[in-house]
């Protein structure tokens, strides 16, 4: 006869085998970015974070180039989509009359699940082609000046237009997570403050920022882990040239993008292959770090409720 | 009431809370502004998803019908004639392999988090999981590469195939399954599992015929976001299993590629061929019809488990 003891053990056994193949999954994609790029970091050692040279051929390998790439298009992408995401969650949350909140909440919801790819075809055929019929050539006859603003060449691809569009890609993350910290203000501290005569927009200031700040704190940096991390958007609009940035309309290369469009040939030369593999293992330390900030944040403020829009991405 | 009645002729002994009118009309005014803030980024920030759909309709609308769906892309360069079924084979292909890789994966894994899990333990494992779907998903192609495709060294050697870019996305899809069975346990009544328990029921017992069927909801809409995931994605696609403009022959080796959405639109978006992007509008057009699809779905199935279970 069965034991009904050993029956829970032998369920137990199975489920623990599906635990294994998860962790063993985590540790195959840190085990093999760490192994493959292991000849890169002997050979190059910590220059390789500071060589602006990329020169298959001559073996020359350094990230700078793309690291200042990347996190260009990430800081302006936060830049741009911060303010939006807070006016989104703070609309959501504390103005938006209850019987649209549910559908306006499904929109932004709809914008997560939007792929990255589909993204990329609307900068490529809206984003870009406006920025080069419109905002270029403003830009060059009033702030031609300015170091920073300088048009030079007026194709619409470039980092402008790659930031735009990641911002896009972020901003549901961040509002949705800006709206899940203010839901979880007491509503009995928001209803006294509005009994003493105070208006939504002290609440919100006085009231419901200080006691949610820190979760919004925690999507903006969630947010951040999206962005450094997107590749087929900024494939299609950055532009795909190895130079360091000069100014917002300069065409650019980022990490994820130049994966993307070289790995596949780097794998013949052994060398080659292991300083891109480096360069994706930059990408896995700053979203394992990112996430792990992110998500301890997250837990105090929201508690371990999952927000759908973290999901997504390519 | 007499001090009320005094405070007209008040001498100076009595407290005044004069009512400033400019005040109140400057903190109504501000908040107004704040208002007018709010709306504006919502409708800025919510801009793209009307415009993105309604451009993909309005350049793809031409090649919407079933032919497109129906037949392969042919002519030069390719895709200019025919339309889209190698993709909508293929992602088949790779839901299914995805599917057979991370459900059971992540269905297991989310029961033992929640039925024999200690605190330690689970806190770790959700830990990892959240940290998988954080993992940038060109990373996860590079991973793919090296364990499924390549030819040399370790890993299975599968070669640019099916199964390759299957399993690949197999991996980002078992976090995402784990994290919601576990939700989806989790949100069960307490008295329904403890009470299957305490009539002597084993885990087991309990596991067959109380949570799976209280938590099917919550872990169906867990398998549908993981899909709803998986074909949006393109760059683990690129290392892994690429492209293919007719029918796989097989799911390894040569022959083994399949087409993908994500893919084909990407490749021509790509091409600087106006015919092409018209195409790729109007695969994007599918692409977020079935996603939308799913998207449904999942907030019905999420509407009615919430309806029946409580």
């Known amino acids: ?314 | 009431m007499t001090e009320l009645a005094n405070i007209e002729k008040n001498d100076g002994s009595m407290p005044v809370f004069p009512v400033d009118r400019g005040y109140i009309k400057r903190k109504k005014f501000y908040n107004n502004i704040a208002v007018f803030f709010a709306v504006t980024a919502f409708v800025i920030g919510s801009f793209p998803v009307f415009h993105i759909i309604y451009e993909a309709v309005a350049v793809g609308h031409k090649y919407l019908n079933w032919r497109f769906i129906s037949t392969l892309p042919t002519g030069f360069p390719i895709g200019a004639s025919g339309g889209i079924l190698n993709a909508i084979t293929g992602d088949v292909y790779l839901i299914i392999i995805a599917s057979i890789l991370a459900v059971p994966i992540g269905i297991g894994t989310g029961l033992y988090l929640s039925l024999f899990g200690k605190k330690r333990t689970n806190s770790v494992l959700r830990l990892l999981n959240e940290l998988m779907i954080g993992i940038p998903s060109v990373v996860w192609g590079i991973v793919g590469f090296y364990v499924f495709s390549t030819n040399a060294g370790l890993g299975f050697h599968f070669g640019f195939s099916a199964l390759a870019g299957g399993f690949t996305l197999g991996f980002i899809m078992t976090p995402i399954i784990t994290l919601l069975t576990e939700q989806a346990v989790s949100q069960i009544p307490a008295g329904y599992i403890e009470g299957a328990l305490a009539m002597g029921a084993t885990k087991w017992q309990a596991t067959k015929s109380v949570i799976i069927k209280a938590a099917l909801g919550g872990i169906f809409t867990g398998i549908l976001l993981g899909i709803m995931n998986i074909v949006g994605q393109t760059a683990p696609l690129l290392f892994t299993n690429y492209y293919n403009t007719g029918m796989p022959t097989g799911v390894t080796g040569p022959g083994g590629a399949v087409g993908d959405m994500a893919m084909l639109i990407f490749i021509y978006i790509h091409e600087p061929s106006r015919i092409l992007h018209i195409k790729a509008e109007a695969a994007s057009v599918v692409l977020l019809l079935f996603i939308f699809v799913l998207d449904l779905g999942l907030r019905l199935i999420s509407y009615l488990t919430k309806r029946f279970l409580s």
């Open chain 1, 1 to 314: 006869m069965f034991n009904l003891k050993y029956k829970d053990d032998l369920y137990k056994l199975i489920l623990s085998v599906f635990v294994l193949s998860v962790i063993s999954v985590f540790l195959i994609a840190v085990i093999v970015i760490l192994f493959y790029s292991y000849p890169a970091i002997i050979r190059y050692g910590f220059s390789f974070l500071w060589v602006k040279a990329w020169n298959p051929p001559k073996e020359v390998f350094g990230a700078l180039t793309f690291l200042i790439g990347t996190f260009t298009v990430t800081f302006l992408a936060l830049l741009f989509a911060i303010p939006f995401s807070f006016g989104i969650g703070i609309f959501l949350q504390e103005y938006c009359p209850l019987f649209l909140r549910g559908i306006f909440t499904v929109i932004i919801e709809m914008m997560a699940g939007i792929p990255s790819v589909v993204f990329g075809v609307w900068g490529v055929l809206t984003i870009v082609p406006w920025l080069r019929q419109s905002v270029e050539p403003f830009f060059d006859r009033y702030f031609s000046g300015i170091p920073f603003l300088r048009v030079e060449e007026n194709i619409g691809y470039g980092i402008l237009a790659a930031s735009i569009v990641v911002a896009f890609m972020i901003l549901p993350i961040i509002s949705s997570i800006t709206k899940d910290s203010l839901a979880s203000v007491p509503k009995i501290a928001k209803d006294g403050a509005l009994a003493m005569g105070a208006t939504r927009l002290d609440v919100i200031k006085d009231v419901s920022m200080p006691y949610a700040l820190n979760g919004i704190y925690g999507g903006i940096i969630l947010g951040f882990g999206r962005a450094v991390g997107e590749t087929i958007a900024v494939v299609l609009l950055i532009g795909n040239q190895a130079v360091i940035p000069k100014s917002l309309f300069s065409v650019g290369y980022t990490i994820s993008s130049l994966l993307a469009n070289t790995f596949t040939f780097a794998v013949i030369s052994p060398i080659y292959a292991s300083a891109e593999v480096e360069l994706a293992l930059i990408l896995l330390a700053v979203s394992l770090i990112i996430n792990i900030v992110g998500r301890n944040i997250l837990n105090k403020v929201i508690g371990g409720r999952f927000n759908r829009s973290r999901f997504g991405g390519g």
